[in-house]
């Protein structure tokens, strides 16, 4: 059966926030990004939560959201037993905020009335996605909690909160919007409804990122390319990922490279990888035409080509390092945990939704392709 549940309301303009004036006399918990406190941008949305409501913040937060910071959280939670949860900041703030979520009720036994996700990266989508990937950083592992309970009811998409965010952020996290829409839609549950949200993704990252990058300050781009990101999240929460994600999980726990920019390392070799099914090939062909990437004139293959040439472009134009090396990481150190990441990537939530079964050899060799 296909089916497409979208239980979060999403607003997205720079007058999305007033949405926040309808709550009255609740208690909200904001757990936000470790950068917010002191910024306008903060100001700007706590200004928008009426006097009647009793606020605490919550900022411990740290990149690939390790246990012990959202157990501080979580006995905040407890304190203060909130009725609303608001995760504010990138990825790993709003799925710190959702693990908070979901381990502070099931100790308080009581659920809260309404979780409120506002993005300040355009990536991760965790603003509509049943996911919050964790860190056991004693473990040196990296997972995902999936739990429909865990998908915000309300998403919040205002632009100009992203303009803050270092280049390298953009381009980190559009590229995993990139990676979200290329593995939703190839993946096992993919159907025409997921098909839609990632096409029309995979079109915007892949023809107005750089420009988003390079202009910062455009507001009309900052907000397409956030919509983007929301839909490639709406895609692959339905749909599911692949074994990009798989690795790139890895990736983030053994070495600590930012999650989007494992991902966009990956992807060019996992899209080749992926593409010798010939249904797989003609659904990324398809999508290369209609985001206009490559004639119509082209077979397939050589349309493929044309996508893979062009995410090395992007990455080239928004100055990331295409390898592990090039990103400091000792080639050693990468060939000592070839077994150990090939082995965590089968175990990761991700690698399920992939549309080919790898062996442990072909899972090993897309990560030696990015080695140096
Ligand atoms: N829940 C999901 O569905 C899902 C999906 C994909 C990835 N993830 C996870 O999300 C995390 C990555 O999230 P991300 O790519 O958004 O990066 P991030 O949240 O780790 O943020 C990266 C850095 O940018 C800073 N930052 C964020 N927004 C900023 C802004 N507007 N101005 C200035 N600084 C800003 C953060 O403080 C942080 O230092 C990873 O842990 C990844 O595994 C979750
Ligand atoms: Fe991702």
Known sequence: MNQLIIPTKIYSGTDSLTVLNQFHNETVLVVCDAFLPGTDSLKMILAQLNGSNAVTLFSDVKPDPPLVNIMAGVKVFESVKPSIVLGIGGGSAIDTAKAIRFFGEKLTHQEILSFIAIPTTSGTGSEVTNTAVVSDTENGVKFPIIKNHLIPDIAL?????????????????????????????????ADLFTDALAEKAMAVISNQLVAAYEHGQDVALRQ??????????????????????????????????????????????????????????????????????????????????????????????????????????????????????????????????????????????LVEQIIK
């Open 157 to 189: 998409l205002e632009p100009t909160l992203v303009m803050s965010a270092p280049k390298s952020v953009t381009a980190f996290s559009g590229l995993d919007v990139l990676t979200h829409a290329l593995e939703s839609l190839v993946a096992k549950d």
């Open 224 to 365: 397409v390319i956030h919509e983007a990101s929301c839909s490639a999240g709406l895609a692959f929460n339905s749909a599911g990922l692949g074994i990009c994600h798989a690795l790139a999980h890895q990736l983030g726990a053994k070495f600590h490279v930012p999650h989007g920019l494992a991902n966009a390392m990956l992807l060019p070799y996992v899209v080749g990888f992926n593409a010798q099914d010939q249904t797989v090939r003609a659904k990324y062909a398809q999508a290369i035409k209609k985001a206009n990437l490559g004639p119509a004139t082209l077979s397939d293959s050589l349309l493929v080509k044309r996508l893979q040439k062009h995410i090395f472009q992007m990455m080239k134009a928004m100055h990331c390092p295409k390898t592990l090396t090039e990103f400091g990481i000792e080639e050693s150190a990468v060939r000592d945990n070839l077994a150990w990441i090939v082995e965590h990537a089968k175990q990761d939530g991700t690698f399920a939704g992939n549309p080919i079964v790898p062996t442990d050899q072909e899972l090993a060799q």
